[in-house]
């Protein structure tokens, strides 16, 4: 796209927390339609680190944009920084903006990531937000871009792992991830058709799980898959985290439930089990069609927020539409798997 005449303004880039596919689509879409309006865009290293210290940043073009869409991860890098638990953190961020001439800035992050920039913004500064997991837990917003990759991921694995399972007649557990909330166990569980699912939302019983896994042995089905959130937690007992220490953000590392699950179940019903845990192949490798679409017009959108001086708001998926939301209601409530979603999977189960 040929760009002439002096430029306006600069407009910083950060991208925060966990990485998710299509990120680059929308730091892509972002410069793209930025320039085009006649902003310079500037991208700052490593999340929130890159606006404390020397500032590291990478200036964007449409060279260094090209063709982006397709890459998996952030070309900016990410981290889980917190300026607002350092000393002088968020002087050092207005202070970083200042001197490389940044007027405005677009966080792309979870919760975490925008609960800074509306506190940023309350101290003045000209933010504007897009929402990213591949949880999908983010309220406001319909799907955040990522969660399609990630689902499409794990769908094909659960889908694959049969094959081993039905040869060994096992129980296979699959771990996915979501801390809080189950929209990727959902939608992995349901494509790729696991014959329980667990979610955070709704601890499970054991006993109903070995009930349906001895069922299916009376019908000659020797193997039963399992897709279980990495947040899931049985009726009486809290979800199994890795490590003791908590993030900036103030959360654990879970992990476990897989394996647990697998014990648990060899010892009831006498069958053997395996687990899987995807982890970070979740989050991994190019986006998906939808995400790359998804991810492009939320960075075209977050760029016209800038111009149309729509700060403190997000680019949203309302329907098939992008729109702009207080960035407030994307904080604090996280979007869980309602009730009704999980008993339309329940059905699946065989439960009686
Ligand atoms: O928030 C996204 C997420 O992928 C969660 O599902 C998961 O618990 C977490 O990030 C893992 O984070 P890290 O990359 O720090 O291990």
Known sequence: M????????????????GDAPALNAVIRGIVVRAISLGYDVLGFRKGWAGLLGE???????????????????????????NPYKLPNGVEQVKATLKKFNCQYLIAIGGEDTLGVAWKLHQDGMK???????????????????????????????????????????????????GRHAGWLTLHAGMAGGAHIIL????????????KIIRRRESQGKHYTMIAVSEGAHPLEGEHITQVAEK???????????GERLAREIEKLTGKEARHVVLGHLQRAGHPTAFDRVLGTRLGVHAANMVEKGEFGKIA?????????????????ELKTVPRYRYDEARLFFGVE
Do not use: W
């Open 247 to 257: 993030d900036a953000f103030d959360h654990v590392r879970l992990g476990g439930i």
């Open 55 to 81: 500032g590291e940043h990478h200036p964007l073009d449409l060279d260094e944009v090209e063709d982006i869409h397709m890459l998996g991860g952030t070309i900016l890098g990410t981290s889980r920084t």
């Open 199 to 210: 979610l955070p939302e709704y601890p499970y019983d054991l006993n109903e799980i070995c």
């Open 316 to 332: 949203c998926l309302q329907g098939t539409e992008i729109v702009s939301k207080d960035m407030k209601t994307a904080l604090g």
């Open 2 to 17: 040929a760009v002439s005449g002096a430029r306006k303004k600069q407009i910083a880039v950060v991208t925060g927390g």
């Open 127 to 177: 933010v504007v937000g897009v929402p990213k997991t591949i949880d999908n837990d983010v309220n406001a917003t319909d799907y955040t871009f990522g969660f399609d990759t990630s689902v499409n991921i794990a769908a094909e694995a659960i889908d694959r792992l049969h094959t081993t399972a039905q040869s060994h007649d096992r129980v296979m557990i699959v771990e996915v991830m």
